[in-house]
T-cell receptor, first 112, second 115 residues
Framework: QKEVEQNSGPLSVPEGAIASLNCTYS??????FFWYRQYSGKSPELIMF????GDKEDGRFTAQLNKASQYVSLLIRDSQPSDSATYLC????????????FGTGTRLQVTL | DTGVSQNPRHKITKRGQNVTFRCDPI?????LYWYRQTLGQGPEFLTY????????KSRLLSDRFSAERPKGSFSTLEIQRTEQGDSAMYLC?????????????FGPGTRLTVL
């Protein structure tokens, strides 16, 4: 079992729709969770982080965390063509661990 | 520009040559990380520093790889006797040490091609 799992996609949504991106992780002691956006050929860009169960909203983005189910998701409302990118889920482990463990990413395509 | 910077942005080398990459973190950040990313994969952790101390190294970091952060500011990653399997994007990130969040911000990366 991979430490952080994501569906590779592509996930195709029409412009204006809600895109839902999912991620599961194996380390039950993981403390904080990050979503990065990566355009083709570019480096990852931090979108949001979450560390408590529940929802966290920032503009069109909502991160959701369920530690009991070891599940984190990212919702993108009113999807735009400029949101087309690969979305990487990253997890910071337990204790004083500092490194991030990334999933392979989900490719999102927002169609006109 | 106050973000993470990396140089060079691209490097093409022949197998067996040594290469060195540089990373300049965000100025107030005391933690600096190196990751490697290959096509279709997420970044994989290589090593990280807190100030000048190298605190963790991945098993991925073979003895051909060495990283330094001599004065706790910029860092260098050297690969000796490069192999074709070293071809990847090498990413540097920095963060301000915090027990809860540890938000890491990435530089633009150095793309290495080993011929």
């Amino acid at each position: 079992q991979k430490e952080v799992e994501q569906n590779s996609g592509p996930l195709s949504v029409p412009e204006g729709a809600i895109a839902s991106l999912n991620c599961t992780y194996s380390d039950r002691g993981s403390q904080s969770f990050f979503w990065y956006r990566q355009y083709s050929g570019k480096s990852p860009e931090l979108i949001m982080f979450i560390y408590s169960n529940g929802d966290k909203e920032d503009g069109r983005f909502t991160a959701q965390l369920n530690k009991a189910s070891q599940y984190v998701s990212l919702l993108i409302r009113d999807s735009q063509p400029s949101d087309s990118a690969t979305y990487l889920c990253a997890v910071r482990g337990a204790g004083t661990a500092s490194k991030l463990t990334f999933g392979t990413g989900t490719r999102l395509q927002v169609t006109l | 520009d106050t973000g993470v910077s990396q140089n060079p942005r691209h490097k093409i080398t022949k197998r067996g040559q040594n290469v060195t990459f540089r990373c300049d973190p965000i100025s107030e950040h005391n933690r600096l990380y190196w990751y490697r990313q290959t096509l279709g994969q997420g970044p994989e952790f290589l090593t990280y520093f807190q100030n000048e101390a190298q605190l963790e190294k991945s098993r991925l970091l073979s003895d051909r790889f060495s990283a330094e952060r001599p004065k706790g500011s910029f860092s260098t990653l050297e690969i000796q006797r490069t192999e074709q399997g070293d071809s990847a994007m090498y990413l540097c990130a920095s963060s301000l040490y915090d027990l809860s969040y540890n938000e890491q911000f990435f530089g633009p990366g150095t793309r290495l091609t080993v011929l």
